[in-house]
Antibody, heavy 120, light 107 residues
Framework: EVQLVQSGAEVKKPGESLRLSCKGS????????ISWVRQMPGKGLEWMGR????????DYNPSFQGHVTISADKSISTAYLQWGGLKASDTAMYYC?????????????WGQGTLVTVSS | DIQMTQSPSSLSASVGDRVTITCRAS??????LNWYQQKSGKAPKLLIY???SLQSGVPSRFSGSGSGADFTLTISSLQPEDFATYYC?????????FGPGTTVHIK
């Protein structure tokens, strides 16, 4: 069974750093991209970027580039989303999703989400 | 970036109704269009990929159509469990943008 299990909820202060994790299981981790999606409170879905765990090449939405870093450790089948300096506007639910790299690139499997709250 | 719009932004419907949601892209592409369902407090779920292909395990009352810049999601007979928000997403070019969503409410 394909599963993506994300790390738990976080409460942080502005300026702090944070790394979220997403562990894949039940499939070949290096055969599929991992995408990250943001959902701010009461709002829609925003694609942040993706990584190919096979070669760790990442592709970012320009709206997020420079503010977050997407990485992966294929040895432990885990992808990461990290911030060097959080802002209050980073308060959101963050989802990882497995993206099929062949054909039509849908996000076929999703993690359960990680809620990030940034408040002073 | 490709901009995605959806209409309507919300609708009210009754169980058994036929529901149609439209998604329009700011430029044409082939069939790189996916539809997702999100229920309150849950992660999104893939319903349709490649504009018209039903994801495994998704009920056949869901269907997708369209190509170019205009796409449609149809629910042939709305069921109680279908009340949710629906998003389209283009995966033709990065960034892989989502539409703003359509919320289906109970009438």
């Amino acid at each position: 069974e394909v599963q993506l299990v994300q790390s738990g909820a976080e409460v942080k202060k502005p300026g702090e750093s944070l790394r979220l994790s997403c562990k894949g299981s039940g499939y070949s981790f290096t055969s599929y991209w991992i995408s990250w999606v943001r959902q701010m409170p009461g709002k829609g879905l925003e694609w942040m970027g993706r990584i190919d765990p096979g070669d760790s090449r990442a592709d970012y939405n320009p709206s997020f580039q420079g503010h977050v870093t997407i990485s992966a450790d294929k040895s432990i089948s885990t992808a990461y989303l990290q911030w060097g300096g959080l802002k209050a506007s980073d308060t959101a639910m963050y989802y990882c999703a497995r993206q099929d790299p062949s054909g039509w690139f849908p996000l076929g499997y999703w993690g359960q989400g990680t809620l990030v709250t940034v408040s002073s | 970036d490709i901009q995605m719009t959806q209409s309507p932004s919300s609708l009210s419907a009754s169980v058994g109704d036929r529901v149609t949601i439209t998604c329009r892209a700011s430029q044409s592409f082939s069939r790189f269009l996916n539809w997702y369902q999100q229920k309150s407090g849950k992660a999104p779920k893939l319903l349709i990929y490649a504009a018209s292909s039903l994801q495994s395990g998704v009920p056949s009352r869901f269907s997708g159509s369209g190509s170019g810049a205009d796409f449609t999601l149809t629910i042939s007979s709305l069921q109680p469990e279908d009340f949710a928000t629906y998003y389209c997403q283009q995966t033709y070019s990065s960034p892989f943008t989502f539409g703003p969503g359509t919320t289906v409410h109970i009438k």
